[in-house]
């Protein structure tokens, strides 16, 4: 697009109907009573400023990897000439801080020259048997760039843990004909972040239920965060 002519001094121009985050050349050409001769073109212009957001609006991972990366990328070309700041908060999910994972609100920032960096935070791998956690992870107050689309990145955390045991707490068990009853405690190992329910009841060996004992059956339920013993007691007759 052609500016005009311009005498031998400092001068600026504006220059319309760009297209946004666009990357132009431009060329000087000079001329006087000896000749004339063109500059070399220059990459240092581009339009607009470019759109910054996450790669990606939803991750996730194991919770046996220690570190996670998010990445935050420009749409524009990387020889945008200002650097490009971004802050960045948890601003919801399931997962605690501190005991699922280790993210306070910082900044990063795209440096000159480079179209992407990443959001690096920790996973606590807590051997805790759990439903799987998430991390709502929001980019704001960006300079030198505008927000694109996904301004928000829902990471969940996949548990790495295997499920508690649940056993009879000795076996066999006997008792006397007329011992009345026997009370049998069933056990869960460790405590979860899941609720665990187990069945039970009881069925014939060599002793008939009706004859030499009543039948029993039911349901175990252990909250959130609980483990030990429970018990059921089979009547004998």
């Not at 650097?83 to 000159?112: C, E, R």
């Not at 329910?197 to 039948?215: C, L, N, P, R, V």
Request: glycine letters at 8%.
């Amino acid at each position: 697009k052609y500016v005009g002519v311009r005498d031998f001094t400092p001068f600026a121009t504006n220059i319309t109907g760009l297209a946004r985050n666009t990357q132009y050349w431009y060329r000087c050409y000079a001329s006087n009573s000896y000749g004339e001769a063109w500059a070399q073109s220059s990459t240092n212009l581009l339009t607009g400023p470019p759109t910054v957001q996450f790669v990606s609006p939803v991750t996730n991972g194991s919770e046996s990897n220690s570190t996670v990366l998010l990445e935050v990328r420009m749409t524009a070309p990387a020889t945008y000439g200002l650097p490009v700041s971004v802050n960045y908060s948890v601003v919801g999910g399931t997962a605690s801080n501190v005991t699922d994972y280790l993210l306070p609100a910082g900044n990063i920032t795209i440096a000159v020259g480079d179209s992407y960096t990443n959001i690096s935070f920790s996973v606590v791998d807590d051997g805790v048997y759990e439903d799987a956690e998430t991390i709502l992870v929001a980019i704001s107050n960006i300079q030198n760039a505008v927000a694109g689309p996904n301004t928000n990145c829902l990471h969940t955390i996949i548990d790495n843990d295997p499920p508690p045991t649940v056993y009879f707490a000795s076996t066999p068990y006997s008792v006397m004909e007329d011992g009345g009853n026997i009370v049998i405690p069933v056990v869960l190992s460790t405590n979860t972040e899941r609720i665990i329910s187990i069945a039970y009841s009881t069925s014939d060996g060599t002793a008939k239920a009706g004859q030499e004992y009543t039948s029993t059956n039911g349901i175990f339920v252990w909250p959130r965060n609980q483990s030990g013993t429970n018990t059921f007691v089979v009547p004998i007759i």
